[in-house]
T-cell receptor, first 114, second 113 residues
Framework: TQLLEQSPQFLSIQEGENLTVYCNSSSVFSSLQWYRQEPGEGPVLLVTVVTGGEVKKLKRLTFQFGDARKDSSLHITAAQPGDTGLYLC??????????????FGGGTRLMVKP | ETGVTQTPRHLVMGMTNKKSLKCEQHLGHNAMYWYKQSAKKPLELMFV???????ENNSVPSRFSPECPNSSHLFLHLHTLQPEDSALYLC????????????FGPGTRLTVT
């Protein structure tokens, strides 16, 4: 069974602070996705990283895929209240040309206070 | 707007009821998924359909019965549920091959009384 561990589970910070969320596994994934989920809604895809060592930026969010494709991090610069939500990482493995299987981490619940 | 819709958004049912959850995707995908999201567990994959055929049943109790009549629609039929089945049920879709991303609907919040 593949497992993804996210840390921290909870994070409460002031507006303007920086933060990093980690996603670690002992398994190799073909790609890794980051989602943000707000209360009462489904997860919304933020980014997909595919290549080991890849770095992607989305405004104030920086995503990195580990060289061995087993881990990833999400760094937020100058956090804003609008960044509040549940951040989920998900590792993907192909499934016999019949879709792709996602293994989700437990999530990091972020609250950014004004 | 993610292109994946789910109805109803909220459902309260007794343990002896029978109900169905519906999911529809407008993204031209050909794989669809049901997930369960509980308060204290990571998102759990329940079922996968690819090209309208079930390819994965992740040890889900038989009181949950999926149906995929075509590549755009997915149902989850519920009967004789237990209170511990209360959760957010999420539907997602993707391309069956060559695609990485899954796109999620808003979910159905199910409460079993």
């Amino acid at each position: 069974t593949q497992l993804l561990e996210q840390s921290p589970q909870f994070l409460s910070i002031q507006e303007g602070e920086n933060l990093t969320v980690y996603c670690n596994s002992s398994s190799v994934f073909s790609s890794l996705q980051w989602y943000r989920q707000e209360p009462g809604e489904g997860p919304v895809l933020l980014v997909t990283v595919v290549t080991g060592g890849e770095v992607k930026k989305l405004k104030r969010l920086t995503f990195q895929f580990g060289d061995a494709r087993k881990d990833s991090s999400l760094h937020i610069t100058a956090a804003q209240p609008g960044d509040t939500g549940l951040y989920l990482c998900a590792g993907q493995t192909p499934y016999n040309n019949a879709g792709n299987m996602l293994t989700f981490g437990g999530g990091t619940r972020l609250m950014v206070k004004p | 707007e993610t292109g994946v819709t789910q109805t109803p958004r909220h459902l309260v049912m007794g343990m002896t009821n029978k109900k169905s959850l519906k999911c529809e995707q407008h993204l031209g995908h050909n794989a669809m998924y049901w997930y369960k999201q509980s308060a204290k567990k990571p998102l759990e994959l329940m079922f996968v359909y690819s090209l309208e055929e079930r390819v994965e049943n992740n040890s889900v109790p038989s009181r949950f019965s999926p149906e995929c009549p075509n590549s755009s629609h997915l149902f989850l039929h519920l009967h004789t549920l237990q209170p511990e089945d209360s959760a957010l049920y999420l539907c997602a879709s993707s391309q069956a091959t060559g695609g990485y991303e899954q796109y999620f609907g808003p979910g159905t919040r199910l409460t079993v009384t």
